[in-house]
């Protein structure tokens, strides 16, 4: 019987010597997969919403509205109503009313009824939050259905359980809600940060007024509707939109007891100081540039799974993606060639087809940020391997990019990119990996691969990172608190630590 | 027999032969040797580098005071000894605070002296509270991580787990009064989970910080773990709250605009500040300044995920 | 590591893998919980309309239409060799399958009904399915079934040995039965689901590809769990190690358990996706399997005509 051998393709831009000579996978057009589009003909979304405050929709006092667009396609979707001070100031009000008249008093069983019911109506609408969180953040539908969200009904369904439970939540202390937080959250897993913010808050006890990021209003706004058909009491949820200022008008406002906050570490930084001697709580998730190290030992094949998904998923928009991998030096050119061979299997492209793995850039902004730090990472001479993953010619798009030959002292190394950007760093020794991770002013999160327990166990201790991996990455739980070390933020969110932040324990 | 030691303990008290008008020395009496008291640093007794220095109020000594680059030394070394310290076993630290005790236990008139010397209103009962502060926190070495711990539940075929742990090298303004208690009070929280810290002494009695600093070297804290930095909280705190190498900041007894600069200093690099106001007599409370709530301050919180099979 | 004098066999090129036992360090770790994860969303790849058709007629033309069982007779077997030959008779453009399997006494009724097909004739040998024999009579069934017609072998391991961890008598085993085997190619059954782990997955395959296996096949069908995606997954990342290490292409057989078109689709998902498309040939890839080519066929009719299809309408061989 024949055997078919496959020809040899055009050389890699590698310099690297690679071991496997001319030895190459065909990942080409031998099966391919038709497109599989999931249909957007359920969703129903209105041509313009207004602010969702004390339980209705109010028109901006503007007047003001802004589009939001689907970044797949650059088309509008909607327009959002763009918050001002006084808006801020109506939300608050009503934040403060419901607090002191109706949810401070409610008998917490019954507060946590209420987000169960949130969580059972996001499961019943998941399809339809799911098409439209991919349409207006550009994320993959596999991703926004598989993980965002099933994982906001989940922190919903958690947080609700530990209503009429927060006496056993610090044994010894009485606790009490802090009154009115206000919430701020990021484009990346818009309706997630929602839940992460909203469900502890409301299940201790507090009322909220929450500014969705400006680019990915939506699936906040679908949100609203739930709550509202949850019959949720009025002002308990109240969702201004805007941008910087309206964000800045909330964090300023003296009636919110609380902020917290999921961003850039920049942006982490002006709250903090506007908040400076005031005496307001706040919680702060902020960036990283989380180090995946990887050791000769390790299942290496899963290893790669593990920095594919650590780094291209959800295009890299993660504060927690494994942008740094470090790589034990005697495993490098077979662990990047693998590497290679896997980018090629990457699907780019329509974020509601069903078979795409990396969707479209958040925004242009975003978008031209990436390329920014792309060629800084050229300009200093580290190695750029782009994955030959064809692109839509509209929308915001860019391909799985590794960079080899990386020093720590390389910017690439050291900023968060925010985007499908590997930087590949080598270490000779254990001690060296620790040394090498911890070297950066983040601390959210560290992935290991190897397969000495003994080895893993050590590292996790010493990784300066409030979340680490071994032998997995990217893993999310509402019973798992999550939060940064250093300037990634302070405070957790999730499991038993992630309700402090919105109590006051006596 | 009883006289000679009481005579000899005076001696042996700070400062305590000197007075404002010298008289005429006895001939045959016997001089006695006068201790410069010196910032504590890595565990060595240190000078301030800029070779200044500050009286008590009391005139009975003379003191360091430390500058911005005393700081920046004290930093260093708690930097470099926060590994091993948080490396140590928890049963290992509460031996070591245990031993602090027993030492502060063994220095009882000394302290007692120095306090009454400094001001303080009933030096013996604050030493006490001070000894069985440390007891106290001694027992908490070992208990934290089962209260603070969690085995997380995840919907996966994972086995998660979060526990505390220390935060790094933390500055702390000690609060003025009272100054062994509340200075030891807030030391204790601090470096009984593993952290170790930069602490800026009582303004109104800092001999007596400098006195627990010679117990603190004769017990068995490691260098570094503790520094003890005396001087002006006005010229020294910022310094302490703008510092890239410490994580968190721990006020005591500051507000206003004080507090508001301290605070926009710390966002530097995204401190965690503790601020708290707290009247003197209230350190007595010592449940309430024992409680664990005290002690998560100066932790993060590390979320560890490995898989495990359905 | 390995034996000085062990058969030099043919067709390894490469110098790490010249007929000798591979050493353990070829033969990395497997984490389990992530190998299942990574056919888990494998297994969610949308496979419809174009795509779904090529896959399906693929995936007939990569199967090896077996029966393996004590009361076989060679009227079922002339019947099963009908439809390894005529999957549909009513539609023509239905490809043949790849091979009838058999044992080796049906050899001689498969070589006559599958005159002129195209479609091979498949044997297993080597003591099926236990491979708890002396290995003379082991070399024995192999020659035998070469003799009657086989253009394939699949022999299974000795897994009492390779658990016990006489890697070595494994090997040599297997050496020696390849060179029994001809010009008849060998297809190595490393039964799984006896293997207790991932780990010992991905060693029995190195050790079956460095004694000369052509291909590595999961199971016999008589132990459950027989083939899954997550231990073909294991297998095709031992193949494609082996393939960068030594430039030989060794082939893949999922055998057991795989009953609908859905499930080969998901298994032709992850060849693509493992090894590209090389592989995606019955040269390199078969399905060991009854009953799934019915299904399929069900599903391509279901594709034609967009109704749901009944059983009763499709030949039971």
Redesign the interface.
Do not use: M, N
């Given at each position: 019987m024949a055997i078919k051998l496959v020809e040899d393709g055009p050389e890699t831009q590698s310099t690297h010597q690679r071991r496997r000579g001319e030895r190459r996978l065909d990942f080409g057009t031998a099966w391919e997969y038709a497109p599989a589009p999931e249909r957007p003909d359920h969703v129903r979304l209105r041509d313009r919403y207004g602010l969702f405050i004390n339980g209705r929709w109010v028109s901006p006092e503007s007047g003001k509205f802004f589009k939001t667009i689907n970044p797949a396609t650059e088309e509008p979707i909607a327009e959002i109503a763009e918050g001002s001070e006084a808006d801020v100031e109506r939300a608050v009000a009503a934040a403060r009313q419901a607090y002191e008249s109706v949810w401070s008093k409610m008998r917490p069983l019954e507060r946590g009824k209420y987000v169960y019911r949130i969580a059972r109506a996001i499961q019943e609408r998941a399809r339809e939050l799911a098409v439209v969180e991919s349409m207006d953040g550009g994320k993959p539908i596999k991703e926004s259905r598989d993980f965002d969200v099933p994982t906001t009904a989940a922190h919903f369904f958690y947080n609700a359980g530990w209503a009429d439970k927060l006496s056993y939540a610090f044994p010894g202390r009485a606790v009490r809600p802090l009154g009115v937080a206000g919430q701020i959250i990021p484009w990346n897993f818009p309706l997630l940060m929602a839940a992460w913010k909203i469900a502890p808050a409301l299940a201790c006890g507090n009322t909220v007024v929450l500014k969705p990021a400006e680019t990915t209003p939506l699936t906040a706004l679908l949100l609203a509707e739930i709550i509202r058909e949850a019959e949720l009491p009025p002002g308990v949820v109240n969702i201004v939109t805007g941008a910087g200022a309206t964000g800045a008008a909330l964090v300023n406002h003296p009636d919110v007891d609380k902020i917290a906050f999921t961003g850039s570490t920049a942006v982490g930084k002006l709250i903090q100081r506007a908040l400076a001697g005031t005496g307001k709580r706040m919680t702060m998730e902020l960036g990283g540039k989380a180090a995946n190290i990887v050791f000769a030992d390790a299942p290496l094949d899963q290893a790669v799974e593990g920095i594919i998904n650590g780094i291209f998923f959800n295009q890299g928009h993660v504060c927690c993606a494994g942008s740094r991998l470090l790589v034990e030096e005697g495993i490098h050119d077979v662990l990047v060639a693998k590497l290679r061979d896997r980018m090629a299997t990457l699907r780019v492209g329509d974020p509601l087809d069903k078979n795409t793995d990396i969707g479209a850039i958040n925004s242009r902004e975003q978008l031209e940020r990436i390329e920014q730090l792309v060629q800084v990472g050229e300009d200093e001479g580290a190695e750029r391997y782009t994955a030959p993953c064809p692109l839509p010619e509209k929308g915001f798009f860019f391909s799985p990019t590794i960079f080899t030959g990386v020093a720590q002292s390389h910017a690439i190394a050291r900023e968060e990119i925010f985007g499908p950007v590997l930087s590949v760093l080598t270490f000779r020794t254990e001690s060296e990996a620790v040394e090498r991770a911890n070297n950066t002013f983040y601390g959210l999160s560290a992935g290991i691969w190897s397969n000495k327990g003994a080895r893993l166990f050590k590292l996790a201790t010493q990784l300066e990172a409030g979340v680490v991996w071994a032998n997995t990455y990217n893993k999310f739980d509402p019973s798992s608190a999550f939060g940064g070390y250093k300037e990634s933020g302070f405070g957790r969110e999730g499991g038993r630590h992630g309700l402090l932040p919105y109590l006051v324990v006596e | 027999m009883a006289e000679k030691r009481k005579k000899n303990s005076d001696r042996r008290r700070p400062g305590a032969d000197y007075v404002e008008t010298v008289d005429a020395p006895d001939p045959v009496g016997r001089l006695s040797v006068k201790k410069t008291w010196k910032l504590y640093i890595g565990g060595a007794f240190v000078r301030s580098e800029s070779g200044r220095y500050l009286q008590t109020a009391d005139k009975q000594d003379n003191y360091a005071r430390a500058s911005r680059k005393d700081v920046r030394d004290a930093v260093k070394a708690a930097v470099a000894a926060q590994p091993g310290w948080a490396g140590r076993t928890a049963y290992n630290r509460g031996q070591i605070l245990y031993r602090l005790a027993e030492v502060l236990e063994g220095r009882r008139d000394e302290l007692i002296a120095s306090l009454t010397l400094g001001g303080a209103s009933d030096a013996a009962a604050e030493v006490d509270a001070t000894i069985d502060r440390a007891v106290s926190y001694a027992g908490w070495t070992d208990k934290v991580h089962a209260l603070l711990g969690t085995h997380n539940p995840v919907s996966g075929p994972h086995f998660g787990f979060s526990i505390p742990e220390p935060v790094g090298v933390v500055a702390c303004v000690a609060p003025d009064r009272p100054a062994l208690l509340g200075l030891v009070g807030a030391i204790c929280p601090i470096i009984a989970t593993g952290n170790t810290l930069v602490v800026l002494a009582s303004e109104l009695d800092p001999r007596t910080a400098l006195v627990l600093a010679e117990s603190l070297a004769t017990s068995d804290v490691p260098g570094g773990v503790v520094n003890i930095l005396t001087g002006s909280r006005d010229e020294l705190a910022e310094h302490m709250a703008k510092h890239q190498g410490v994580r968190a900041l721990d006020l005591w007894n500051i507000d206003g605009e004080a507090a508001k600069q301290l605070e926009l200093l710390a966002t530097e690099n995204v401190k965690r500040v503790t601020r708290r106001l707290q009247p003197a007599e209230a350190w007595y409370d010592a449940d309430e300044c024992t409680s664990l709530t005290w002690l998560s301050s100066f932790l993060e919180i590390k979320t560890v995920w490995h898989p495990m099979g359905a | 590591m390995g034996t000085a004098d062990g058969p030099k066999l043919a067709g390894l090129n490469g110098p790490e893998g010249r007929g000798a036992l591979p050493p353990l360090s070829a033969s990395?770790?497997?984490?389990?919980?992530?190998?299942?994860?990574?056919v888990g969303a494998l297994a969610?790849?949308?496979?419809?309309?174009?795509?779904?058709k090529?896959?399906l007629l693929?995936a007939i033309r990569m199967m090896d239409l077996t029966t393996l069982e004590g009361k076989d007779s060679p009227g079922k077997v002339r019947a099963l060799c009908q439809k390894a030959r005529w999957p549909d008779r009513t539609r023509p453009e239905i490809p043949s399958v790849a091979a009838v399997c058999v044992y080796p006494n049906l050899v001689p009724v498969a070589k006559e009904a599958l005159e002129g097909s195209g479609v091979?004739i498949a044997s297993v040998a080597t003591a099926f399915p236990s491979g708890l024999s002396p290995l003379s009579i082991k070399l024995d069934d192999v020659r035998r079934a070469v003799e009657y017609g086989a253009?394939e072998i699949d022999m299974v391991i000795d897994r009492g040995a390779f658990l016990s961890g006489e890697e070595q008598k494994v090997f040599d085993e297997i050496a020696a039965i390849k060179e029994a085997c001809g010009d008849a190619?060998l297809k190595v059954i490393l039964e799984t689901g006896e293997l207790g782990s991932y780990d010992n997955v991905r060693r029995a395959s190195d050790v079956a590809m460095y004694a000369g296996a052509d291909f590595i096949k999961t199971s016999t069908g008589k132990i459950q769990p027989a083939a899954t995606p997550a231990v073909t997954l294991v297998m095709l990342?031992a193949i494609?190690e082996f393939?960068?290490k030594t430039?030989r292409?060794i082939g893949m057989k999922p055998a057991g358990g795989i009953r609908a078109a859905k499930q080969a689709l998901h298994y032709?998902v992850i060849v693509?996706?493992t090894?590209?498309?090389?592989w995606?040939?019955p040269?390199?890839f078969r399905f060991g399997a009854s009953t799934l080519l019915n299904d399929v066929l069900m599903q391509l009719v279901k594709l034609e005509t967009g109704a749901y299809q009944a059983a009763e309408y499709f030949s039971r061989d």
């Open positions: - | - | 990395p770790p497997v984490e389990r919980v992530a190998i299942e994860e990574r969610r790849r949308s496979i419809k309309t174009t795509a779904k090529a896959g693929l091979h253009d190619h990342e494609r393939y960068f430039g292409y032709l693509k996706e090894l590209g498309d090389a995606l040939t040269e390199l």
